[in-house]
């Protein structure tokens, strides 16, 4: 096989709550990952604000946009300007009192190449998702680039092994999370340890079931609460890209920003699968109990 190595920047930042200075930010690190030789940069989700998910306020449906709207395009421009394929992640305004958590792919030439739209939803204490976003109505299917396709999800997708397999039955040769995740104060070190630790564990799990490299883009630092009601997140960083059989081809640290170029072999991927045929040996005839809610 020819060979077919993609660098690919994991930009792992902190945000404020200043939407243009986020902006600038993101456009100056895109501008050093491709001065540093990368060809695919990957953002973290909801990169231009604060996670505001953290309450429920009307207002901060303000933050909303259409993908078309001046931002995207500034980012667009950055990838044509740079010749680099992007993932962004939008608070996208698709109607009034519709919006979605979308991840926009932007090819090397400035086009927009695919869109998707999170698909799992949660809701949970601090992660107030529900409120601000309607769910994903694109379903799971990868985004042709000039750099071959890519299965993009979001953040909470990352626990679910369906939304992966599915990805890899229709093609994707990578996956890739743009994610918002962290610790909450209350918790013992302990079970906050656990918490990251599962986080990295299922997500290697989908690169060694599918036998496809996974890169998770993850924020860090700290963000209050603005209602007070918790201890606000602790971004934990740690982005990552694992191998095909899941093994670490880089982590990132879980306490400060980073850009870092990560070389991943794509043809690995065929490989392992000659070696590890899952898809093969798939019992497909057996599985509509998947189907179901729960089957009682």
């Known amino acids: ?16 709550s200043d939407v243009a200075a986020n902006r600038q ?34 207002d901060t449906h303000d933050l909303a946009h259409p993908l078309d709207a001046d931002s995207c395009r500034a980012y667009a421009e950055a990838a044509r300007r740079h010749g680099v394929v992007l993932v962004c992640s939008f608070f996208e305004k698709r109607a009034p009192g519709i919006s979605h958590n979308t991840s926009v792919v932007y090819d090397a030439d400035g086009s927009e190449a695919g869109r998707y739209r999170k698909m799992h939803i949660p809701d949970d204490p601090a992660y107030y998702e529900k409120f601000y976003f309607t769910p994903g109505d694109l379903g799971f299917h990868p985004i042709q680039t000039s750099l071959g396709k890519l299965g993009v999800l979001v953040c909470w997708d ?9 990805m890899a039955l229709s093609g994707a040769e990578m996956l890739i999370y743009p994610t918002a995740i962290g610790l909450e104060s209350t918790d013992t070190p302990e079970e906050q340890q656990r918490q990251r630790e599962a986080w990295i564990t299922v997500q290697r799990g989908h690169a060694v079931a599918n036998g496809l490299p996974v890169v998770t883009v993850n924020r860090v630092g700290y963000e209050p609460d603005p209602s007070g009601a918790t201890g606000g997140i602790q971004f934990w960083g740690s982005s990552f890209v694992a191998g095909p059989q899941g093994e670490f081809l880089y982590q990132a640290p879980t306490d400060r920003e980073e850009i870092k170029i990560v070389e991943i072999d794509m043809n690995r991927g065929e490989q392992v699968r000659r070696w590890w045929p899952f898809l093969r040996d798939r019992r497909i005839d057996a599985y509509s109990p998947l189907l179901k809610r729960f089957n009682d």
């Not at 096989?1 to 404020?16: E, K």
């Open 1 to 16: 096989m020819t060979q077919r190595i993609i660098p690919v920047a994991l930009c792992q930042q902190s945000y404020g």
């Open 25 to 58: 930010k993101n456009l100056h690190a895109i501008a050093r990952a491709a001065e540093g030789g990368a060809k695919l940069v990957v953002l973290s989700e909801l990169h231009d604000s604060l996670y505001f998910c953290q309450t429920e306020n009307v």
């Open 158 to 166: 990352q626990w679910f092994p369906e939304a992966a397999r599915i």
